[in-house]
């Protein structure tokens, strides 16, 4: 268990602290131009998954582009951002779909106002998304890990 705590954190970590800037940078922006608190939660909602899901990209591309020395030019890159969105939607997309349309912006919509705070709320908000995101997204990483084993031949 704990190796597998070692690698959820090196997996998910560094994205996390990026969603949490720009989830921050959201809000700010959105409640700058005097946007009611919904419009800041959605901000905030928007601005965490652009952090997020822009570092698993890049991560993915990183590791696909090695894979795929061989090939040169734009074929290159075109592999590597399709294989890079299927790995991506593939492991959050069912994550997301709960996240997105209901727990996130739920949660930094309420957070706020409950600790009167608009910093704190968010970033407590986000904590509270992150538990219900992560406990389906770890559960298909897990299941596409296996399955990938199966498929190889490994046991």
């Keep these: 268990m704990k190796q597998r705590l070692r690698t959820w954190t090196r997996r998910y970590l560094p994205g996390e602290i990026i969603g949490t800037v720009t989830a921050l940078g959201g809000a700010a922006i959105a409640r700058s131009l005097g946007y009611n608190p919904v419009v800041v939660a959605l901000a905030a909602t928007c601005g965490e998954n652009i ?10 591309a990183s590791r696909h582009l090695k894979n795929h020395e061989g090939l040169y030019g734009r074929h290159r890159y075109l592999l590597a951002a399709l294989q890079s969105s299927r790995d991506v939607g593939i492991e959050f997309g069912p994550a997301e779909i709960i996240d997105s349309l209901l727990l996130r ?5 309420q957070f706020p106002r409950i600790v009167g705070h608009l910093g704190v709320g968010i970033v407590l908000g986000k904590l509270a998304a992150d538990v219900g995101f992560y406990l389906v997204a770890i559960c298909v990483f897990e299941l596409g890990k296996r399955i990938h084993k199966r498929m190889s031949g490994r046991k």
Excluded: A, S
Aim: charge should be neutral; charged fraction near 15%; aromatic fraction near 34%.
């Design 51 to 60: 952090g997020f899901y822009g570092y698993n990209f890049i991560r993915e």
């Design 105 to 109: 912006p739920v949660c930094m919509y």
